[in-house]
């Protein structure tokens, strides 16, 4: 009956994922069309002025003309190709379950160099626009960039996983950098959500609320997906765990330490703080007790690797808050930045930048495992007592 129901959800996941991707690809493709020529379409103007209202979008977007105009075909650029990578996507993920290897590999280059391609035209508007002229602040230049680097690396590594014939890591990897895609199509569904459950904000506001989980949600939702995808009992010569429980709790203990003092600092920014708060703990809250639970139903089950990769993401989450706060005091002394805004780039970059940590974690995991295991070959294999006399 559990596997019944497994398998439904994974395809509901599945459908839903498509279809926000196949959605959202022509709005991605035509967003920026009305900045070079006036009247051009733009679908998801059009849906967003009826979901909120005209006036919402128009203020949002008058402020953009400037910082846009000076990288407007790399953004453009960058917008298509964004479009195309929404379609890909979904194709990556089809043929992967359908086992079509040859479709999937060509897919692959294909998706890759794509990627490569659009985070060009987006680090080409990131170098033109200064922090505090990005829609949302600098707290969200920030965010932009670390997505970027975190897609362009998660690629890499992808191809570099593939090319060392480590599937599952080479699986894991491309999750994790269409995850970080997805943040672009959530954050448009969140334009439209938000006024609804928080009116009166303006859609930079909005993105301000959006940043503080997008990159928990995502990461959070990658990891499920490899976990899904992965039914091992283990890899190849992987044994023990490199999570005792002294470190999970030395990791929870850091962790509430740092939560407890990012919640007290942002309660002194009036109402505004307490939203961003809400915002950022109502997913970590979510993604801690699912990966808590999985981890000890996954030990009580005796599935040793599901149990050892939700500990790493458990550990890499409870040391996210930490990274936050040291992040926001440094972007607070050397990005010259008030405490507010630091601390609210610090806990936008966390969760994501940690769920990357805890992959290659995986990754390093999964490599030293097989090199053990080749190390055990090679020393149960006959040799020769000794060398043969030399002739002569």
Known sequence: MNRPRRATWRRAATIAVVVVCVGYAPIAMTELWPYAHQGAPAFGEWLLGRAVSPRYVADALATRIGP???SLAAMIFH???????????PAQLISAIRRRRRLHRVLGVVFALTVYASMAGAAIYLARTAPREAFSGPAF???????????????????LAAIGNFPDLHQRWMLLCYAYLMTAPLLRLEWGALPTFLPGLSMADVNRVAIM?????????????SRAMDKRDAPPGVR???????VLVA???AGA?????????????GSGGSRLMAAYLVPFAAAYATMFVCQRRAGRDGRSWAREEWRLHLVALCLAPPFSAVAGLLFEHYADLDRPTALAAGIAIGCGMLAFAATAVVS?????????LKRERLAAAPRPDRDPAPVG
């Open 213 to 225: 989980h997008l990159g928990a949600v995502v990461a959070f939702g990658a990891l499920v997906a």
């Open 141 to 159: 230049w920030i965010v932009l960039a670390t997505i970027l680097v975190g897609t362009v690396m998660s690629v890499t590594f992808g191809i």
């Open 251 to 253: 990791a929870h203990v």
């Open 68 to 70: 846009y105009g000076r």
């Open 240 to 246: 023990g765990t490199w999570v005792p429980t002294p």
């Open 364 to 372: 390093v995991r999964v490599m030293v495992g097989r090199e053990v």
């Open 79 to 89: 917008s298509v190709l964004g479009g195309v990578l929404m379609l890909l996507g």
């Open 257 to 269: 330490s740092a939560l407890g003092w990012l919640v007290k600092s942002a309660m002194g920014w």
